[in-house]
């Protein structure tokens, strides 16, 4: 609005406090990633100002550590498993809202989305209280599910917010002209909601491989990445871990913009990211 | 346009998966908060209100409770704080960097939890970054050790963590608003500043109403950071269903006090959503 910036003389002072706020608030959400990156290299330790002798060694030492790739291994299994699960049951769960009455489909829309905003910890318990009482042993399979579960709600809000834009007269046409459901699904659906499907799996594998609560309850013998951070940081840090988390960083930092530039394709409006937090938010009231 | 067999096929799975895996392991929760555990750790099946009586009766859990909700709340507040001014700037002011300034907001809030609570850690440390450099600047002559182990640290990385939450909303009900209606305002004469609180602020109340639900229920269920960062005077309601599950073993109470927290979630929610409803113009 270049308007309100120009209109009067006596708002000009108002945006600098805005650009100041603006900059402060963005220091505060990226400085403390900085510091972490920073000290990744310093070779005294994590804390410790200045920083000195800056050095490598904890990215050979983190290299050599078999635990963390195991469970970076771990990690991914866990996370393509998820992402097939929760697009297996996402993608046509966004059909069936978008498409279908069936009895209880408010209570189904709201069930879908809970564990997105529920803490973790909830659904992570009750799934550990199902596995127990069907007398099934933790394992890497556990965490599939349950990640899996969580994040259908995922799959499901951008999926819709995909069909919503979808053009229904595409999908007639092709029933019209005497293709079935199958084909009009895998030669019209499927290919128009392409770019909500990659997004929506780019976004369940960046949570799984992040996800720790509900983990926490359906661990058996094998670790995610993040639990094995996570027992490591309870015995006492080293940038070893800065290392590591400085990688996570940067996946997820590549994984998120490439995700975002989708969106933005997917849609020319302003309102890509929060989508999800507005339908979950939705699917409570 | 769709035959019954399409919209069969498209239903029937995920309704079966999501109610196995949804559904009943809510209403098994619901079970076992009525069910205790024995002496030998084995659950006793035989329904009683015992989980509830003993939530009431001893003070940690509800003092918990309530100091988690405090935290939640001035996570809340902090966060909506930081937030606003900075949606509204975007919104108003950013320009032809808007898209970048964007961005901005958002990678913080996929990028790794875990590492965002860590490198906290790194810095609150009695030796860690923010200690040693204000030793190395000569501002103190010792760690201050309120920085890390506190409710501080925990307030201050949930803030950290759930600051572009509240943004996102905000902004989002900030683009939202129609421009000729600020432009009336100017033009009837009103100063920026009346604009602001008659025309601008009331009609983004609904994404401050949504960011402040994501931020205080996100932080209320929090076990992260407080074990991370909160050391035991900064202990949240889920640190006690983590250790219930685990080192105590007792999962029926464990199971009544994350139905209690299920409850105040969604009546949060459902309280969130109502007023968001009433405030929004359209």
Same mark, same amino acid.
């Given at each position: 609005m270049e308007l309100l910036v120009t209109n009067a003389a006596g708002d000009l002072p108002r945006s600098r406090w805005l650009l100041i706020h603006a900059t402060a608030v963005f220091a505060f959400l990226y400085l403390p990633i900085a510091v972490l990156v920073l000290y990744s290299f310093n070779?005294?330790?994590?804390?410790?100002?200045?920083?000195?002798?800056?050095?490598?060694?904890?990215?050979?030492?983190?290299?050599?550590?078999?635990?963390?790739?195991?469970?970076?291994?771990?990690?991914?299994?866990?996370?393509?498993?998820?992402?097939?699960i929760s697009l297996t049951f996402g993608v046509p769960a966004a059909l069936a809202l978008d498409r279908a009455q069936f009895p209880g489909k408010a209570v189904f829309r709201r069930l879908v989305l809970l564990p997105l905003i529920l803490p973790g910890i909830i659904t992570g318990l009750s799934l550990a209280m199902l596995f127990h009482l069907a007398l099934i042993k933790s394992s890497l399979a556990t965490i599939i599910v349950g990640h899996g579960t969580a994040l259908i709600s995922v799959a499901t809000t951008e999926v819709f917010a995909g069909l919503q834009k979808l053009d229904r007269a595409q999908e007639e046409a092709s029933l019209d002209l005497g293709a079935n459901y199958w084909q009009t699904f895998?030669?019209?659906?499927?290919?128009?909601?392409?770019?909500?499907?990659?997004?929506?799996?780019?976004?369940?594998?960046?949570?799984?491989?992040?996800?720790?609560?509900?983990?926490?309850?359906l661990i058996g013998r094998d670790n995610t990445l993040p639990l094995e951070i996570w027992g490591r940081l309870r015995r006492g840090i080293t940038p070893e871990i800065n290392a590591i988390s400085t990688i996570i960083f940067v996946f997820s930092l590549i994984t998120i913009i490439f995700w975002y530039r989708l969106r933005m394709r997917a849609d020319s409006g302003g309102d890509s990211g929060i989508g999800l937090?507005?339908?979950s938010q939705e699917a409570i009231e | 346009m769709f035959s019954r067999a399409y919209k069969t096929v498209v239903t029937a799975p995920p309704l079966a998966w999501v109610t196995v895996f949804l559904l009943v392991p809510y209403l098994?929760?619901?079970?076992?908060?009525?069910?205790?555990?024995?002496?030998?750790?084995?659950?006793?099946?035989?329904?009683?209100?015992?989980?509830?009586?003993?939530?009431?009766?001893? &003070?940690?859990?509800?003092?918990?409770? =309530?100091?988690?909700?405090?935290?939640?709340?001035?996570?809340? @507040?902090?966060? $909506? *704080?930081?937030?606003?001014?900075?949606a509204y700037f975007l919104s108003f002011?950013?320009?032809?960097?808007?898209?970048?300034?964007?961005?901005?907001?958002?990678?913080?809030?996929?990028?790794?939890?875990?590492?965002?609570?860590?490198?906290?850690?790194?810095?609150?440390? &009695?030796?860690?970054?923010?200690?040693? =450099?204000?030793?190395?600047?000569?501002?103190?002559?010792?760690? @201050?050790?309120? $920085? *890390?182990?506190?409710?501080f640290a925990v307030v201050l990385t949930l803030t950290h963590i759930y600051t572009p939450f509240t943004i996102l909303p905000i902004y989002a009900a900030l683009e939202h608003i129609p421009r000729n209606l600020i432009?009336?305002?100017?033009?009837?004469?009103a100063p920026p500043a009346q604009t602001f609180w008659k025309v601008i602020f009331p009609l983004s109340i609904p994404g401050v109403l949504a960011g402040a639900t994501f931020a205080f229920v996100l932080s209320l269920g929090d076990f992260l950071a407080p074990l991370?960062?909160?050391?035991?005077s900064g202990i949240m309601i889920s640190n006690i269903v983590v250790s219930l599950f685990g080192a105590a073993y007792n999962w029926p109470l464990g199971a009544a006090i994350s139905l209690c927290m299920l409850v105040l979630v969604v009546s949060l929610l459902f309280v969130s959503e109502r007023l968001e409803k009433k405030w929004s113009f359209s």
């Open positions: 070779k005294q330790g994590v804390g410790g100002f200045p920083p000195h002798h800056l050095t490598l060694d904890w990215y050979r030492i983190l290299f050599a550590d078999e635990a963390i790739w195991d469970s970076v291994l771990n990690s991914l299994k866990v996370a393509f498993a998820a992402m097939a895998w030669r019209i659906t499927l290919p128009n909601l392409k770019l909500s499907i990659i997004g929506a799996a780019l976004l369940i594998f960046t949570l799984s491989m992040d996800e720790i609560a509900v983990s926490f309850f937090l507005e339908t | 098994l929760m619901f079970c076992y908060s009525f069910w205790s555990v024995s002496s030998t750790q084995a659950i006793i099946h035989t329904w009683n209100l015992d989980n509830y009586r003993e939530l009431l009766r001893k &003070s940690v859990y509800w003092e918990t409770l =309530l100091r988690s909700m405090w935290i939640a709340a001035r996570v809340t @507040l902090f966060s $909506l *704080l930081l937030g606003y001014p900075l002011y950013a320009g032809s960097r808007k898209d970048l300034l964007y961005q901005l907001v958002i990678i913080p809030l996929w990028v790794s939890y875990l590492v965002r609570a860590y490198a906290w850690k790194t810095i609150l440390g &009695s030796e860690g970054v923010l200690n040693t =450099l204000l030793q190395y600047v000569h501002l103190t002559k010792h760690p @201050l050790d309120f $920085l *890390l182990y506190s409710p432009e009336a305002s100017h033009d009837l004469g991370l960062l909160g050391g035991p």
